[in-house]
């Protein structure tokens, strides 16, 4: 009799667990995978494409998948030990092949040049140039990303990249120097 | 220093930290406050206030008179600006400005004719009369922003006023060396007082409170007497010992009140407003004279400084025409600000701003800033030194291995970067650098943060706009299609035995065209077998 009541005891509640789980996974579905979205915070958002993804967002979803952490120059060293942190994964050293870490640039049209060819327009991934077919382009500098892909396609060559000036409300402290304090000895 | 036996008329209350510096006040406190010839030229820095930079209203080579508005505000986040002396504008361009990081930003030069001229000033009648926003639109026109150290627009400071019932006047000026406002106080502590009245004019049933380090004792005596003659019996002296950083907003607060500025509020949460005594003289001669904002009271001096003392100094005049004019040798450092809180600056021919209230031209070894840094060997002595009670020693570590978020956990903004901590440091290590180093990465980290917020934004709004037209496109083909069907099937229906008939031809065509093109078909076989036997 014990052992019955016992059985029924365990099924009893394994059901009533059961049916509360089920209830729980539908009722607090998580829509999406939510590692990318975490992933896609740390990326620089430059949409460059650099990586070999046609955005940042669609890298987040390879590296969630298993892609290396290292494709992403705009993000350089800081970049990739952010995404190892939260990965749990090994820090490594940046792909060389996919560039560089560059300083913040941004495009720069030289108008007189321009022909009105539109196609920098579709290039750019932010919408972060302004123009219209056979008038003058010109790129709204806070909106750009210094992605480069504008530059390409251009077909006069009027496209540059420019370093973003450092001012005043850009320029931060240096860290002091933390250097072990060397002295030379005189040789005896 | 000698210090004022007068018993403060409020009760004073206790800060924690702090520490008592060597003062050097004597050395600049001694003689009256004098005025130096103008410089050959004025710089005029246009980001000279917290907030936006002011836009230059005059063009190179106009004339203008000294009170004459040369820039304008960039939004209310913002000050006019106002030609110190009359003379000709020169040029609008970047030259070095007031700013630790030595960098060059948009100035207007203004090369003065000497006749000094004023422009025609607009003062109001009667003080009395004006409303609350007529005075405090008065003090932002005349470009009144704080002179405390801040530069922050001083009508942004007073424009809340609901729940503030004390009016804080700061004089505590507790940084070594500066003695601007103790000169101020003793020379026009009237005019400082009459400031003081009009600011609570702008708020119901408030209470002044003047805050002073007790080693001014003149200044003290001073704040009496014009008291008295105006009988201004209203305005109560808080006299609180001197101790380094007693002059700081939260800390002259604690010290008057017992209270705290909680951590991300502001003194006017706590009922609270404070102006340092400059703004008050400031904002007394807008009012009562229509004098805007042209130049300040400057503290010269230093070890290499020839006349030390007071002056009063014309916004822009560039720092080597001071030491040129009293005669002072060229200093080892050039501090501007207090030894504790200053910064130094990159060469000479920098023009001084609103916030400039001391300028150091310091002597080999004086200000003691070369010593090596060594390991911190965790004594805590700086943390007994924090007025805010913070951990200066945790701060240093995760500031030192960008652990920023950890910092941040440590109250990091919080730290009012007295100097205090790196002062009582024995291994002699900068700490306040390094918490500036943390603090401006932090927010240089989460404007970027915000620039990719919006980058991704847009690059999904675009993606997003890209489907859509492409769905819309699809669509359009799709209904064009559906639209030619439907008018065939029309057509077809109504006309059923013309199609037949139309179809038949149609059948007997298809016939006589498949007919000919076997013809062809095997002519061409034909030819095709040639050339292959030819080929053969």
Known sequence: MDLITAVIILAVLGLVFGGLLGFASIKFKVDGDPIVEQIDEILPQTQCGQCGYPGCKPYAEAIANGDEINKCPPGGEAGVKALADLLGREVIPLDEERGEEKPPSVAYIREDECIGCTKCIQACPVDAILGAPKLMHTVIIDECTGCDLCVEPCPVDCIDMVELPQTISSWKWQQPDQMIPVKELEAS | ?536
């Open chain 2, 1 to 536: 220093m000698e210090r004022s036996s007068f018993v403060s008329e409020i009760p004073i209350y206790e800060i924690p930290g702090g520490i008592h510096p060597e003062e050097h006040k004597t050395r600049s406190n001694q003689t009256n406050i004098r005025r130096l010839p103008l410089a050959n030229e004025l710089v005029i820095n246009l980001k000279g206030q917290a907030g936006n930079r002011s836009i230059p209203i005059v063009e190179v080579g106009e004339a203008v008179l000294k009170g004459q508005v040369i820039a304008e505000c960039d939004g209310i986040f913002s000050a006019y600006q106002h030609a110190p002396t009359s003379g000709t504008i020169i040029a609008i361009e970047k030259r070095t400005i007031a700013h630790p990081s030595g960098l060059d930003d948009l100035c207007i030069v203004l090369k003065p004719d000497g006749d000094d001229q004023w422009c025609e000033l607009t003062s109001s009648s009667n003080i009395e009369e004006m409303d609350r926003e007529a005075v405090l639109a008065q003090i932002f026109e005349k470009g009144v922003v704080g002179l405390g150290g801040a530069s922050f627009p001083s009508h942004i400071k007073l424009k809340q006023h609901e729940g503030v019932h004390t009016l804080i006047i700061n004089a505590a000026e507790c940084e070594p060396y500066i003695t601007c406002d103790d000169k101020l106080l003793q020379e026009h502590a009237k005019e400082v007082l009459l400031g003081a009245e009009i600011i609570s004019k702008l708020y119901q049933d408030i209470n002044i409170v003047i805050g002073i380090e007790d080693n001014k004792p003149q200044a003290i005596d001073a704040i009496q007497q014009a008291r008295k003659e105006l009988e201004l019996s209203n305005i109560k002296l808080g006299v609180v010992p001197t101790k380094y950083p007693s002059g700081g907003e939260k800390q002259l607060i604690q010290l008057l009140t017992g209270k705290e500025v909680p951590h991300g509020k502001l003194p006017a949460d706590l009922g609270l407003i404070m102006h340092n005594v400059g703004t008050c003289y400031a904002i007394h001669l807008a009012l009562t004279e229509g004098k805007p904002l042209v130049e300040r009271l400057v503290t010269l001096t230093g070890d290499n400084c020839k006349e030390p003392g007071n002056y009063w100094i014309p916004f822009g005049t560039p720092v080597d025409h001071l030491i040129k004019a009293t005669q002072s040798d060229t200093p080892k450092r050039l501090i501007m600000g207090g030894p504790m809180m200053g910064y130094e600056l990159p060469h000479a021919h920098v023009g001084i701003v609103k916030a400039t209230n001391c300028i150091i031209m310091s002597a080999d070894g004086e200000l003691g800033m070369d010593q090596t840094a060594l390991p911190c060997i965790r004594c805590g002595a700086c943390m007994d030194a924090c007025p805010a009670s913070l951990l200066p020693q945790q701060l240093y570590w995760h500031a030192q291995a960008d652990e920023f978020d950890k910092a941040e956990e440590y109250d990091l903004f919080d730290c009012i970067e007295c100097g205090a901590c790196a002062y009582v440091c024995p291994s002699h290590i900068p700490l306040v650098q390094h918490y500036r180093y943390a603090k401006s990465t932090i927010r240089n980290n989460r404007v970027e943060k915000l620039k990719a917020e919006k980058a991704r934004e847009r690059y999904e709004a675009r993606q997003e706009r890209l489907e859509r037209v492409k769905r819309e496109k699809a669509e359009r083909h799709r209904k064009a299609a559906e639209a030619r069907k439907k008018a065939a099937e029309e057509a077809g229906k109504k006309d059923a035995k013309k199609a037949a008939v139309q179809a038949a031809l149609a059948r007997v065509q298809a016939k006589k065209k498949a007919q000919q093109s076997d013809e062809s078909a095997a002519d061409k076989n034909q030819s095709d077998d040639n050339h292959s036997e030819g080929n053969n």
